[in-house]
């Protein structure tokens, strides 16, 4: 793979009770672990950090296939929501599913164009075959 950009990000203090950054200090925030999992909550935690991160790059990755594809791409959307569990082996993972709108384009053009976003988007080729991702055109 040929780098085309990297970035770094530090994790300090306890944890999911801690402290994130990132090199050029547009990233600095607290983490908690949420209430649900029996934490304090009251500030963002490293799941809600990937979902943002997966909508953002798949909504890209949706406008690059859906403008070559000719698809009107006006309002489009992709809500990601990422769910922790505990594995069989006692571990924990994490699943998502991806919910894409594409209001100006016919249901078989949102779902190629999701299809072929799939495949494009680097968040889902790093999760291919490691996690659960499910794909809905909404």
């Known amino acids: 793979m040929k780098n085309l950009y990297s970035t770094t990000a530090h994790a300090t203090g306890d944890g999911r009770n801690g402290h994130v950054s990132s090199d050029d200090g547009i990233i600095d925030l607290d983490v908690r672990t949420p ?15 990937f979902a943002a991160g997966y909508a953002a790059c798949f909504h890209s990755a949706l406008r690059l ?3 070559s594809a000719g698809v009107n791409t006006a309002d489009s959307a992709v809500s990601a929501t990422v769910h922790l ?5 006692g571990g924990f993972g994490i699943g998502v599913e991806l919910d894409v709108s594409l209001p100006h384009a016919t249901p078989e053009q949102a779902r190629e164009v999701v ?3 799939h495949q494009v988007c680097p968040y889902s080729n790093a999760t291919r075959n490691n996690i659960d991702v499910g794909l809905s055109v909404v």
């Open 65 to 67: 296939v859906a403008q």
């Open 115 to 117: 299809e072929q976003a």
């Open 35 to 49: 209430v649900e999992l029996g934490g304090n909550g009251g500030a963002t935690n490293p799941e809600q950090l």
């Open 85 to 89: 569990g505990q594995t069989d082996a």
